[in-house]
């Protein structure tokens, strides 16, 4: 991927660089101190993605990003500072670190890119990121009222319908979004994740316990406790999907 580093100093460039040494698939094209150097370069260059500092002399990481004209690349937030990582999941970002840099989840983060390189979702607007399908190792923003969370999707056993909401269960918290349970089907790994009825997605990865049940369904329980009915229609999918 061309890519293109923004971060006002210096140093924090340079190590940046040496981090990403050992991911060839990483072409750095160029770097630039502030945004009005960033948005020339990104017209002339056509990066596709950026690494990009929150805090910056002049416009701020998030500013730039709404000053570009025509497609945006994708973005990397790096920042001292958590605070920003409900604005900056808002600007669709592939990840926020958070410096100094951890190696290890640097490269966790160029993993699921190439992955998702190498396994593109077209979608009928030719948005690829808004559309990708996410899998169990992919990390999502959660806010429910003015409580927060950054959840990797493997820890998530449960998508419940509760009519325009979806209540999501992980750990001991069942925050709702506000998404169809179709919407989110749509965008959840088929093989992780299976439509138990009209109602429930469950994370396959979490069953503890597998019954029959009334009229040819299968009542399924859980890690933690749930206990969810397959539907009869459904539950010929499932011994299907899951029969060597």
């Known amino acids: 991927m061309r890519t293109l580093i923004i971060d006002d100093e210096r140093l ?10 050992p991911y060839t698939k990483i072409e750095i094209i160029g770097e630039a101190a502030n945004a009005e150097e960033a948005l020339v370069m990104i017209d002339d260059l056509q990066p596709e993605l950026l690494f990009l500092d929150i805090q910056m002399p002049g416009k701020n990481g998030f500013e730039l990003l709404s000053s570009i004209e025509g497609k945006t690349p994708e973005v990397i937030f790096t920042t001292a500072y958590d605070e920003y990582a409900i604005k900056a999941f808002e600007f669709n970002a592939l990840d926020y670190l958070l410096k100094p840099i951890d190696s290890d ?31 169990e190792n ?101 011994k299907e999907l899951m029969s060597l």
Not at 13 to 20: D, H, I, Q, V
Not at 110 to 129: K, M, T
Not at 152 to 180: A, C, T, W
């Open 12 to 21: 924090a460039r340079n190590e940046l660089k040496r981090l990403l040494e």
């Open 105 to 135: 989840r640097l490269r966790d983060t160029i993993q699921r890119i190439e992955e998702n390189q190498s396994h593109p979702e077209p979608s009928s607007d030719g948005n690829e990121r808004a559309e990708k399908v996410l899998g």
């Open 138 to 238: 992919d990390q999502v923003f959660v806010k429910d009222g003015e409580k927060c969370w950054f959840v990797k999707l493997g820890k998530i056993r449960l998508f419940e319908s509760m009519g325009n909401y979806v209540r999501l269960h992980f750990d001991d918290q069942k925050p709702l979004v506000l998404k169809s349970l179709n919407n989110l089907e749509e965008r959840l790994d088929s093989n992780t994740y299976f439509r138990a009825n009209r109602k429930h997605i469950i994370n396959l990865q979490w069953i503890e316990k597998i019954e029959p049940w009334f009229s040819g369904g299968l009542l399924v329980t859980l890690k933690g406790g749930d206990k969810i009915e397959i539907s009869r229609r459904q539950a010929i999918r499932f």
